[in-house]
């Protein structure tokens, strides 16, 4: 006999519902010899009444006399499968008196699951008892087995659409003590590097993240894994526990679950208290969840390598160092968005050219390395076609050719800003990009909106615009990262983008920062912002 079958038939509480005190007193009897606990009842009243008070401590079968004073036992087996608290408990009729064939067929009828002819042989009703219990017991256990594996299947879901290693971490974390309806430990080493010890104190508490020794995840999958992959299982006795982590709330003996998806990369280590992965089924849930929490902390963590080299890779594409033009001033500020988005093509140039100072923005369709990629190849063939000598308009139909002929079917926007040696004029040829917004010394502002086609397309290019400034005025560049927000109309981005640049600051390091806090914050897209100030006292280069 298996350790479950064992289980299932082990002696259980019997509630006995009898108005003959003998016929009680035999059935507790024959019970008690067999090792089960009774509580007895002398009519249907007073047995309702034991299963009311009983609380959570239910017996596991009723044994019920069909004639009772008060009742019969029908009535009695109906109101117990009635109530959600006892639906499941398993009712036997005996009866010396019902015991004809319509008695059998509406006391099962009637919510009974066995049904006994007295006088009964005591072998047979021990038996009886005993598949009664192995029915309640093996109900139970798949209805708690339904909502564990329902359990699991929401804690994997949450660790796998974890963004970040903080979420991440309360998922893996609350789903084991979700899981397991009780306090859970899990230590593992973040994408950072940094070993973590977290702990929830059950399925409805706030998981709590604290640093952790440098060397305890070592110590803890040495005896299990050591540098192999896959998962096990590990009976740890309370003193190895409290020695390996003496701040940790859970008491007495655990079973730590070990997990780890590539060789020498870090596992993910998590403990429960020892009596609640008692069985093979709970402990092969929590190997499961452990093993879905590995999987998803080694993709985050390879996301986060892939997406720290990509990030790494686009800078490499940006300028070092801004230009210094006599009689101006630039700042810049570049914002790559979130760690949990993809790299775009947002990039930004200023150079010193023949004509004057260049200042360009753009931005290439899509978010993926290829984006980022494009962007590199974009901003150097600009600033080969500007040393050259070409003029705004010519530089776009240049890049535009190009853009057509080696990434076909891509677009990018892209904004030329010349500014003339003596300062007087700006020379503007757009590509479809944001336009740029220049700020008169007087407090005026507007947005420069002439501008052509995206650059890709293969369309005319119109002649460059021009505009005359004056001394302390400031010219804003910016990607549409910085203004877009979802479910508001572009427009009104920018007038609000256009009133507090001129309610910001005048210094030009100042402005940028004030814009960025302003309109920066939690933004799904990158970010660039490039600011020209034209010196007061600016009369020629």
């Known amino acids: 006999m298996t350790e479950t079958a064992q289980r299932d038939a082990a002696p259980g509480t019997i509630l006995v519902i009898d108005d003959d005190e003998t016929n009680r007193y035999i059935l507790t009897s024959w019970l008690t010899r067999a090792g089960h606990t009774v509580l007895g009842a002398a009519d249907g009243a007073e047995g309702l009444d034991l299963l009311e008070s009983a609380g959570r401590t239910l017996p596991e079968v009723a044994v019920i006399d069909v ?27 005996v009866s010396a008196v019902a015991v004809h064939t319509e008695d059998h067929t509406e006391g099962l009828s009637r ?51 974890a963004v970040g290693f903080h979420s991440f971490s309360a998922a893996a974390t609350g789903g084991a003590a979700s899981l397991m309806s009780g306090p ?45 992959t896959g998962v096990d299982v590990v009976p740890m006795p309370a003193g190895r526990w409290k020695a390996l982590l003496p701040l940790d709330p859970i008491e007495g003996d655990v079973v730590l679950v070990v997990a780890r998806t590539k060789r020498n990369r870090p596992p993910v280590c998590v403990a429960v208290p020892a009596a609640a992965a008692r069985t093979t089924d709970e402990r092969e849930l929590l190997q499961q969840l452990v093993s879905a929490s590995a999987l998803a902390l080694e993709a985050l963590r390879t996301y986060n390598e892939e997406h720290a ?46 004509a004057g100072l260049l200042l360009a923005i753009g931005d290439v369709a899509g978010h993926s390395l290829v984006a980022a990629t494009v962007m590199g190849e974009i901003r150097h063939a600009l600033r080969a076609y500007a040393l050259e000598g070409h003029p705004p308009h010519h530089v776009l139909e240049r890049l535009d050719a190009l853009l057509a002929h080696t990434r076909p079917g891509l677009t990018v926007t892209l904004c030329l800003v010349l500014v003339e040696p003596d300062g007087s004029r700006l020379h503007i040829a757009n590509a ?62 920018l007038a609000e983008f256009l009133d507090a640049a001129v309610s910001g600051p005048r210094e030009l390091e100042a402005l940028c920062d004030f814009l960025l806090r302003s309109f920066g914050e939690d933004k799904e897209d990158d970010i660039a912002l490039l600011a020209l100030h034209l010196g007061e006292g600016w009369t020629s280069a």
């Open 67 to 93: 004639q009772l004073p008060d009742m019969t036992g029908f009535e009695v087996c109906e109101r117990i499968k009635a109530d959600p608290r006892t639906a499941y408990l398993p009712v036997v009729h």
């Open 111 to 161: 919510g009974a699951d066995a049904y006994l002819d007295q006088p009964i042989d005591p072998n047979e009703f021990l038996a009886t008892v005993t598949a009664a219990l192995r029915y309640a017991r093996a109900r139970r256990r798949a209805e708690h087995l339904t909502l564990r594996l329902t359990t699991l299947n929401r804690a994997t879901l949450d660790v796998y659409r």
């Open 184 to 228: 859970a430990t899990a230590v593992f080493l973040s994408p950072q590097g940094l070993p973590v010890h977290s702990h929830a104190a059950g399925p409805d508490a706030a998981p709590v993240s604290m640093p952790a020794r440098a060397e305890l995840l070592d110590q803890l999958v040495s005896p299990a894994l050591g540098g192999g």
């Open 309 to 354: 080299l990509a990030l790494a890779l686009q800078r490499t594409f940006l300028p070092d160092r801004l230009p210094d033009a006599p009689g101006t001033a630039l700042a810049v500020r570049y914002l790559p968005a979130s760690d949990h988005a993809e790299i775009g093509g947002d990039f930004y140039e200023a150079l010193q050219t023949p």
């Open 432 to 493: 479809g990009h944001i336009p740029p917004l220049l700020l008169g010394p007087d407090g005026s502002a507007a947005y420069l909106p002439e501008h052509g086609p995206l650059l890709g397309l293969r369309l005319p290019h119109p002649p460059t615009h021009v505009h005359p400034t004056a001394p302390g005025a400031r010219l804003v560049l910016i990607t549409d990262g910085l203004v877009e927000v979802r479910n508001q109309d572009l427009d009104d981005s």
